[in-house]
């Protein structure tokens, strides 16, 4: 019933920019938390920012300053904007959302495909 589609994704020189776009869509009554995470090859899938229906945000210590997380609840939307990209940086990135159905019957967390970034030169 609900779907999270991810965008932006691509290939990026060091210290280039990009922005991820994840939009939901389906039988939607309200949307809580939103996170991004990110899992290299070889990797756990780590945690990388969070964002709260009232827009408190959290993020790991090695993008702090660099990523920035935000939302347009309009739209049903959450977006990493992230800039100063290191190689590290190189993963695929998953957007998470908690999510309240239509029905008012069921909460759950929904997963978005995944879009791979790659930093390098």
């Known amino acids: 019933q609900v779907q999270l589609v991810e965008s932006g994704g691509g290939l990026v020189q060091p210290g280039g920019s990009l922005r991820l776009s994840c939009t939901a869509s389906?039988?939607?009554?309200?949307?809580?938390?939103m996170r991004w995470y990110r899992q290299a090859p070889g990797k756990a899938r780590d945690l990388v920012a969070a964002i709260t229906s009232g827009s408190t945000t959290n993020y790991t210590d090695s993008v702090k300053g660099r990523f920035t997380i935000s939302r347009d609840n309009a739209k049903n939307t959450v977006y990493l904007q992230m800039n100063s990209l290191k190689p590290e940086d190189t993963a695929v990135y998953y957007c998470?959302?908690?999510?309240?159905?239509?029905?008012?019957?069921?909460?759950?967390?929904?997963w978005g495909q995944g879009t791979q970034v790659t930093v390098s030169s």
């Open positions: 389906g039988s939607i009554f309200s949307i809580r938390t």
């Open positions: 998470n959302a908690v999510i309240i159905s239509a029905s008012g019957t069921r909460i759950s967390d929904y």
